[in-house]
């Protein structure tokens, strides 16, 4: 059981964020199995894997725009902390409610068209400056 399936993963220019976002995949799959199928423990360990995970994503992202001068990292960087605090108010969610069926509703209806989204549009176009600005170092 799978939330999001490989090829259904947007693919940028540079390979070092194809490959952040291909262990963020496992992780979340992981996480979405253990909360269908796993227990409570399962679940809340692979959540937090998770936002650990999400935490570096963004970290290594944010670590590569500043060192390029990437003109619209504030406009990233700001669409990072909101996903920050939204997953914040999930997870405090979820340890109050231990609600299954809402989490679940996150990752399917929020989290996955989002990730796909932001692929598709931010992390794109920060892949291709980092292409221009880098020479060519990441590339697929």
């Not at 619209?72 to 409610?97: D, F, I, P, Q, T």
């Not at 679940?104 to 931010?122: A, C, D, G, R």
Request: charged share 35%; net charge negative.
């Amino acid at each position: 059981m799978e939330l999001l399936k490989e090829q259904e993963l947007p693919l940028v220019p540079y390979q070092g964020m194809n490959l952040v976002h291909r262990r963020e995949l496992e992780i979340v799959n992981r996480f979405y199995r253990a909360l269908v199928e796993g227990s409570e423990e399962e679940v809340d360990r692979l959540f937090n894997e998770f936002i650990r995970d999400v935490e570096e994503h963004f970290s290594y992202e944010e670590d590569l725009m500043r060192k390029s001068h990437f003109f619209a990292y504030e406009c990233h960087h700001g669409e990072h902390n909101r996903v920050r605090e939204e997953l914040r108010s999930v997870k405090e969610k979820w340890e109050r409610e231990r609600n299954r069926e809402k989490l679940k509703n996150y990752l399917e209806e929020v989290f996955k068209p989002w990730i796909s989204e932001h692929i598709l549009t931010m992390d794109t176009v920060t892949a291709q400056w980092l292409m221009r600005v880098m020479g060519g170092i990441g590339a697929l």
